[in-house]
């Protein structure tokens, strides 16, 4: 009796892992949700509609702030406007700092003889004016004649609540506020509020294996706004 039961227990647990266990369905990466974030903000088609001659030169910054943001959906949105800029006919400044700094290396590896110092006055804690040296590098990248500037209000996707053929519907939407100034004067010539949305069916089962980023909301980061 004792042999059966054990038996019974044995091909009851190779029936769970044969039949059991689940493998990774073959997920195809076109289907991922980040190719799906890139043609959200292709359909914004960043520079079609900007009011400045075709061939200007322009530089993509951030209104947010004045440094390179290394979060991954700031930088897949970075990467698709720029190409849409370039699309669009126009003459893209690279000004990413991290960018910035190996062309610099590049255009001077080793020669500082371009150099000079500035020395500028400020002020300590104490309020006792202090002389503080610069060390500047000419170099020979080009002004841009207009700043293109941008802000996220919103990025997301979200599944619909209806499965038809095992599919289920996949929304994104990309708002941008975006700004085109002149360079030399600083006048706004263009500010609107674009918005990129696209829609495609994914297999329902699989939309967990989609989910490798978690989108949010993009909160202003105002100079004057408490932490």
Do not use: W
Not at 30 to 47: A, P, R
Not at 61 to 84: G, Y
Not at 128 to 154: G, P
């Amino acid at each position: 009796m004792r042999i059966s039961n054990f038996l019974k227990l044995f091909f009851v647990l190779v029936s769970f892992v044969v039949f059991g266990c689940r493998t990774l369905p073959p997920v195809e990466f076109e289907n991922s949700n980040q190719i799906f974030i890139e043609k959200t903000v292709d359909k914004i088609n960043l520079g079609s509609t900007f009011p400045i001659p075709t061939g200007s030169s322009v530089a993509l910054l951030s209104i947010e702030a004045d440094k390179t943001l290394d979060i991954p959906i700031v930088a897949t949105i970075e990467d698709q406007l720029v190409r849409a800029l370039l699309k669009n006919q126009f003459v893209v400044l690279e000004r990413d700092c991290d960018m910035l700094k190996h062309l610099l290396k590049e255009s001077h590896p080793t020669d500082f003889k371009n150099s000079y110092s500035l020395v500028v006055p400020t002020y300590n804690k104490k309020g006792d004016s202090v002389a503080t040296s610069f060390d500047l590098l000419k170099t020979h990248l080009k002004a841009a004649d207009y700043i293109v500037s941008y802000r996220i209000l919103e990025c997301g996707l979200v599944y619909g609540r209806n499965v038809s053929d095992g599919n289920i519907e996949r929304q994104g939407l990309v708002r941008l506020h975006i700004r085109v100034q002149r360079s030399d004067s600083g006048e706004i010539v263009y500010a609107e509020n674009l918005s990129g949305e696209y829609k495609d069916r994914v297999p329902a089962d699989f939309t967990t294996y989609y989910e490798n980023y978690h989108y949010n909301y993009y909160s202003s980061e105002y100079p004057l706004q408490k932490k």
